[in-house]
């Protein structure tokens, strides 16, 4: 069809849209996607220029349809436990429902993570009185395993706070680790049966390189910043994630959703504007990267939009890097 999404291109033009979760549903692409503001308030490594306030669902029937944008799926007025700044989502099947995952400031203006149902994978989506207990920081990814498990990952540093929580409990004075010392992983939890909660206290993620050594703080090229994304191919985990100042999504691999996890490589090479963070689909027999950028905006990096490629591995299982631009 002509309007189908090309790769590459902004899947919608009418909202800025950024942070891409996709997934399957009922034979069709859904994403859930950040809703950016179009203001012009300033800019700051706290993200204050971040304030999304809702958020918008679209859907696919494959490759060849045109995107749907279903209308608002959530509002901020509606969660009474978040003051402001609705950002990266993520959704979940299980239950015969819809789970939407998503972070936001909350009174106190710590960020938390936040769940709401629906019936539809669309929404409208009902969020639950409070923020799940024991939860802190951003950027949640769930998956669903094939033994029906459910596995939380989350976090982000500097805006979304992850060096506050090394001691356990939240430190505004707190600040990562020294460049030398292991950098912070991502943290995960298996979640409750209905989805609801954290079974157990959040771990962190090991990330080391092929020696089995921990990649220290100060390697800006393959640390964790944000972003954390975890799919499953030939039976092993992959584990996806941005590194921040570098503006790269890097990825590695564990035989176990826990970790520890081996440093492999570069997916994506750096996008238009500061911040990038993506989502891995299999869709029919292909693999797909959602992603964003801030070429809708001409770089803007608070106006973005969100854009799919083509994801291929090599016959080691190794992700072929992808340069968005070429
Ligand atoms: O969209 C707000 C934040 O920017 C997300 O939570 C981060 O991953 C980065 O994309």
Redesign the pocket.
Known sequence: MSNAPKPNQPLVTHIYT??PSAHVFEGKIYIYP?H?LDHDGPSNDN?DQ?A?EDYHVLSMDGFDSPVVEHGEALHLKDIPWASK?L??PDAAHKNHTYYLFF?ARDLEGIFRIGVATSQSPAGPFAPQERYIEGSFS??PAVLVDEDDQAYIFFG?LW??QLEKWQTGEFDPAATGPAPDEPALGPRAALLSDDMLSFKEKPQEISIVDETGHPIVAGDEERRFF??PWVHKYNGLYYLSY?TGTTHKLVYAVSPNALGPYTFKGTILTPVIGW???HSIVRFGDKWYLFY?DCSLSEGVN?K?CVKYTELQYNEDGTIRTIDPYQ
């Open positions: 950024a942070d950040s950016d993200g971040y999304m700044q950002w990266a972070p951003i950027d982000g805006g979304g944000e972003g941005s911040t990038t963070h964003h608070h973005r």
